[in-house]
DNA sequence: ACTGGCACTCAATTGAGCCGAGTGCCAGGG
DNA sequence: CCCTGGCACTCGGCTCAATTGAGTGCCAGT
């Protein structure tokens, strides 16, 4: 059935202003604060069929509406369009991200922005690993049998881990191995390391082969056991401010918000496409987040994903402005990434 | 005037037990709960000074006593006695941190081990560099004028800074400049080298004077800059437990949770001691803090002190057993340290 | 198909009244 | 002199009932 016009805009005002003032919206103030151009008692019977239908919500009988889940659904689909950022909160992303030094820096500004822009909790990942290549290996000898292997990639992330050796290896051989192993791993992607390595224990030098099974074992297991991951969170405070909504208490949300895996989910729609997620209340599938909503993106230089960013709050958000903000800085990221 | 020892008495109860229920206590219960050998009556009279001379304070006219700022104070220097950790907590202690890979590991760990133990917030500073010994510094071109200058410190601390050189620079150069760098700087405390960097410029050769020039200038920025700082923090969905407590909100909290640098003010009296610093109420400068206590201790390898870590929690909470926790795991991450 | 009007519902607010934990004080006893 | 038992008093918090008012549903009229 053709969802009819005005039933649309009735929903689309009722969203507006639950979003702005947090209680629930009755006919009249609707018809007065909107151009509706019907009374207050159509309005009424329209706002009947919408609850029917799943988009409106009464709290209790004679309070007003407030939207469902489903209805904020419909509203980010078709109601509402992006609203563009003010051009102070434009000139702010390009400042605070183009005084970045180095990667770190890169994500601990973007993820205050982020929180900043949308007063909302912000969550960055990291360039994932195994969506960058490599750019250079070195192998640091710390004592005979010990090494330390870094791994820079060209995302900038620089990744150490400690190598323990079978036995104990010459300068030489610690030289001979790095030049090896770059010569084979440098500029390719990480996921493609597991065959390369595979290949690689198949060519080395028999004296070495011990040794390089350590450090091959710990090059993979970088890449396998998602500690290589990580994550950056701001803005926690912003969730006092709508201390009311979450019923009860944030203890749920900001347990999830310490659960990097959960973190890593919420931003895990990211794929490939670059394409701008959301999702509201109990499309969530994590537990404590049941009354919150996510809006994410993945980033990266040139169209490239390399890791996703978002930004979480009460599904009674601002989505038009939430929306364009994480778009806008996903999208800045990226040209600072590539820059590097 | 020498504090008499009953009166005394009931301040360690009364703060026992306001620990215990939340709740003013009041004269009866007192006697009831614990062996005062007097009556409730007299108790009363005792309170009564007691909160003349400012360590109980009541919330209203009949209402129970609440131990002040002040009578936490007098009861962590005179009338606590440590409480040591149960046999299951101090194999929790071992189990968590015996598994540990490398620092980042290890900090983790320790930061959630302590949120758990206390129940509280946690806070793990990563081992200060300037407290630390230059173990190897590694250069790694990137491109003809760009430099990675990878800093391992004996502490386990790996840092990357990015350096931009004034003009190109050949592979012999670089691996110069590695050997004379390591060769000056190895095993000095990086407190120290500012002073060995400059008599290191006044020896190099001409040829790489303005490469090491910019070396140099990245490498002193690195210490004095204090981005070196690092911090970890677990629990914050503690902070939700004393909700109550907290009166108002958890805001200013979480927003000074936010704040490295107020984090490492909080553990910023961590001196050369190794001493356990508590820290009560108003003893704390910052603002949004008045209301919780920090318990914090600095930790290092063998009595040297590399870093600081901590707990923060409401005013009311469990002085003993905190302390119990904190100075423990505080002493096995040293051992744990000292073993790398 | 929309509107005006009316009866109805129910959360939230207000205020009175009670309860009881807790105090302060005082007179009496070891 | 210090402690105790007793008594009057205070006041926050709870309960209960009454009131208010925003908001609805429905129906008859245009």
Redesign the interface.
């Known amino acids: 059935m053709p969802m009819d016009e005005r039933k649309l805009a009735i929903l689309r005002a009722i969203v507006q202003d639950y979003v702005e003032t947090q209680e629930p919206v009755g006919s009249k103030s609707l018809v007065e604060r909107h151009n509706l151009r019907v009374s207050s008692a159509t309005v009424r019977n329209d706002m009947a069929v919408l609850e029917e239908e799943g988009y409106i919500h009464q709290p209790h009988t004679s309070a007003g509406r407030v939207p469902t889940d489903k209805g904020y659904r419909l509203f980010v689909d078709r109601l509402s369009q992006v609203k563009p950022l003010s051009i102070a909160e434009r000139r702010a992303v390009h400042r605070f991200l183009d005084g970045a ?2 990667l770190d ?1 890169v994500v601990h500004r973007t993820v205050r922005l982020l929180a900043q822009l949308t007063r909302q909790v912000a969550v960055v990942q990291y360039p994932s690993l195994s969506r960058s290549r490599v ?2 290996l ?1 192998l ?1 000898p ?1 004592t005979g049998s010990r090494l ?1 292997l ?1 791994m ?1 990639t060209d995302t900038g992330r ?1 990744e ?3 190598v323990e050796l079978p036995g104990q290896v010459g300068e030489d051989d610690v030289l001979a191995m790095r030049r090896f192993i770059n010569e084979k791993l440098s500029g390719a992607r990480l996921t493609e390391t597991p065959v390369l390595i595979q290949t690689m224990l198949d060519e080395v030098a028999l004296t070495l082969r011990p040794a390089m099974t350590s450090l091959s074992t710990v090059l993979l297991e970088t890449l396998v056991e998602h ?1 290589e991951e990580r994550i950056a969170l ?4 912003n ?3 709508h ?1 009311l909504d979450f019923a009860g ?3 749920p949300i ?2 999830a ?2 659960e990097e895996v959960i973190l890593l989910k919420l931003l895990g729609e990211v794929d490939t496409s670059a394409a701008l997620h959301i999702r509201i209340g109990d499309e969530n599938e994590i537990a404590g987040l049941r009354a919150t909503s996510v809006v994410s993106s993945g980033y990266g230089p040139a169209g490239d994903v390399v890791g996703g960013l978002g930004v979480l709050g009460p599904t009674r958000m601002d989505y038009p402005g939430t929306i364009a903000a994480v778009r806008a800085v996903a999208r800045y990221v990226g040209e600072v990434l590539a820059q590097n």
């Open positions: 030094l180095d820096d750019r250079h070195e640091i710390l330390m870094v820079i620089v150490q881990r400690l500690r701001a803005g926690t405070a969730l006092t401010r201390a208490s944030l203890r900001l347990e918000l310490e």
